[in-house]
């Protein structure tokens, strides 16, 4: 940890993480962010080096943190980005220990996420406009909501993901990882309204399938901001981002079909655990319906 330019541990582990890891650069990027804050605690608290660092000082950090009114989950995650850096120092010999190894965060109340019900997303798309960035905008929005795709995974998309015949995308997810999900007949008609106009807009040496004004790969905050502008101007009573359409395909799908385990594929989850907290969404949803239908859950007034 010496001043000037970042630490060599700490860019070595990051290039692992790109290069052997294959982490996409978004969560390079976060574990940037999170790395280089813990770093600069640690110069003030005269901590030079990563090996320096202890277990006493670490629950130090998240106290600290903690006072400031972070909240729990991002603990969890910065301290889930320093137990990484320390597992890749312990395997090249450049530290002891793993002084953040058993470190308890405070406790994260287990939110729900949120969801959109079907008559806000057929509001959110049935938008007839000829404007190329319009019919893109569209297309985003029924493929993230047709796929369960996560914001990265959209802008990743190229030209050659798609199988036009088979109605099918490859996907690339986290860990590099690759999945093929289906595509459903709105979005592919959505689709190939926006293949129709992206010669308009795309650069010839372009692959991306979804492009910005200047012709290049759409930018993430991009999407952000015009998913946004399309809830406003649908005049929808939430903010509207991808992890919503995602969550609401999923919920949305357990709903209908009640197989957890294909929704877990479809999403890309490692683990079924992460798909889980959909069907806590599901009984929430029966549970509702149970007390307004059945004589014996109604409430008395």
Not at 93 to 100: D, E, M, R, Y
Not at 200 to 207: F, G, S
Not at 236 to 242: K, M, Q, W
């Amino acid at each position: 940890m010496t001043d000037g330019a970042a630490p060599a541990p700490l860019e070595t582990f990051l290039q692992h993480l790109a290069h052997e890891r294959r982490a996409s650069p978004l969560t390079v990027a976060s574990y940037r962010r999170d790395l280089q804050r813990i770093e600069r605690w640690c110069r003030d608290q005269g901590i030079v080096d990563w090996p320096q660092l202890d277990h006493q000082a670490v629950r130090r950090y998240v106290a600290w943190r903690h006072r400031g009114g972070t909240s729990g989950r991002t603990l969890q995650r910065e301290l889930s980005a320093l137990r990484g850096l320390f597992r890749y120092l312990l395997r090249e010999g450049l530290a002891s220990h793993n002084p953040a190894v058993g470190v308890r965060t405070p406790k994260v109340a287990h939110k729900l996420p949120a969801t959109l019900e079907a008559d806000q997303l057929c509001a959110l798309l049935d938008h007839p406009d000829d404007d190329p960035l319009a019919v893109r905008d569209t297309a985003m929005i029924e493929l993230f909501y047709s796929s369960g795709l996560r914001l990265a995974e959209l802008v990743s998309l190229d030209l050659e993901t798609i199988d036009r015949g088979d109605g099918t995308l490859t996907v690339t997810g986290k860990g590099a990882k690759t999945r093929t999900v289906p595509v459903g007949r709105k979005a592919c008609a959505a689709l190939e309204r926006w293949l129709a106009v992206r010669p308009t807009l795309a650069a010839a040496d372009e692959p991306a399938l979804f492009v910005s004004r200047r012709g290049r790969r759409i930018h993430p905050r991009t999407v952000q901001q015009r998913l946004a502008r399309w809830a406003q101007i649908e005049g929808a009573t939430r903010g509207v981002h991808p992890h919503l359409l995602r969550h609401s395909f999923a919920t949305h799908l357990l709903e209908s079909s009640g197989d957890l385990r294909a929704v877990q594929e479809l999403l890309g989850h490692a683990d079924i655990t992460t798909t889980q907290v959909y069907t806590h969404l599901d009984f929430q949803h029966l549970a509702s319906v149970y007390d307004q239908a059945h004589p014996r859950a109604k409430k008395r007034r």
